[in-house]
């Protein structure tokens, strides 16, 4: 059964940093797409960085040089690291993962994968 449980958000200043880390279940194998999509009210979806086998990852353009994702398929987690953080980064987001390659092929992130988790909150601000 594939499960995603996230954690790690919080409320931080502009210029903060935050590390959100996903434990997923062992029914996501290492060929499985990985990434992180968030959501703020109010606006659509946005892929933030994906994690597909081969090592191939991928960022938004809004987070590229900031953000880093990282995935231990031992540990089964996905972690997503976040420096120099904005009060446009404040959203919802979620850890997603996906059996096909689709969302991890793209030239930007894809924000729609077959499993996510609840989400965990990201709040920048003074």
Same mark, same amino acid.
């Given at each position: ?24 279940? !062992?029914?996501?194998?290492?060929? %499985? =797409? ?6 703020? #009210?109010?606006?659509? *979806?946005?892929?933030? &960085? ?37 009060? !446009?980064?404040?959203?919802?987001? %979620? =850890? ?6 689709? #969302?991890?092929?793209? *030239?930007?992130?894809? &924000?729609s994968f077959t499993y996510s988790g609840q989400g965990t909150q990201v709040t920048?601000?003074?």
């Open positions: 059964q594939v499960h995603l449980q996230e954690s790690g958000g919080a409320s931080v200043q502009p210029g903060g940093s935050l590390r959100l880390s996903c434990q997923y279940s !062992e029914a996501i194998t290492s060929s %499985y =797409c990985m990434g992180w999509f968030r959501q703020a #009210p109010g606006k659509e *979806r946005e892929g933030v &960085a994906t994690f597909g086998p081969a090592r191939r990852i991928n960022y938004a353009d809004s987070v590229k040089g900031r953000f880093i994702i990282s995935r231990d398929n031992v540990k089964n987690t996905l972690d997503l690291q976040m420096l120099r953080l904005t009060v !446009e980064d404040t959203a919802m987001y %979620y =850890c997603a993962a996906d059996p096909l390659f689709q #969302p991890c092929g793209g *030239r930007t992130p894809s &924000a920048v601000s003074s």
